[in-house]
């Protein structure tokens, strides 16, 4: 299951929330997949991160995250496969920390510091990789977004991916459902 959406703090309702949980966890565990995400302490990759803490899950929490935009990703260059302590910080223009809800992280280095989206290629390729050998299909789930949220559907939509999208969570989401009921954005 990848999910895809706002990359901005957002609150869903209290009712959206517990369906939220409770759905991508019984998702999860029913099919036995991965949930694959940006791997960042904000927006829907927080959500997705507290939704599994909330719910005690055991299935694989995966973030794929440029280090160049990890609030403290300096202390985990030249750490690769090593276990090492993570301290995180406070999100801002510069980057973002990491979930610590995540159980595993892939991080990208593209040699560029400051600049959001380096790792969304490295994502696509691992997904599809990892799909193809254990024979499984990639889910796209949409949670709110952005412009970059519309791309990475496309995208997705190209492959033959089914696609999930939570109209009711506003953004992308939104506009993508209103486009598929209306013909319209």
């Not at 949670?143 to 519309?150: D, L, M």
Request: contains cysteine; charged residues 15%; hydrophobic residues 40%.
């Amino acid at each position: 299951i990848s999910v895809t959406g706002g990359a901005q703090d957002f609150d869903l309702t209290s009712s959206q929330r517990v369906v939220f949980e409770a759905g991508l966890d019984a998702a999860a565990h029913s099919t036995n997949a991965w949930i694959v995400t940006a791997g960042s302490d904000t927006g829907v990759m927080k959500l997705v991160g507290r939704a599994m803490r909330a719910r005690k899950s055991t299935q694989p929490l995966i973030g794929i995250f440029t280090i160049g935009v990890t609030v403290g990703g300096d202390a985990l260059l030249g750490c690769a496969g090593e276990t090492v302590p993570y301290a995180g910080g406070k999100a801002g223009k510069a980057g973002a920390p990491l979930s610590p809800d995540h159980t595993h992280f892939v991080l990208v280095d593209t040699g560029v510091k400051g600049k959001f989206g380096g790792s969304n290629k490295i994502r696509t390729g691992l997904e599809t990789v990892l799909c193809a050998n254990c024979r499984a299909p990639l889910v796209q789930l949409v949670v709110q977004g952005g412009p970059g949220t519309i791309q990475t559907v496309r995208e997705a939509a190209a492959r033959g991916h089914p696609v999930v999208v939570l109209t009711d969570t506003g953004g992308a989401a939104a506009a993508l459902g209103a486009y598929v009921t209306h013909g319209d954005l």
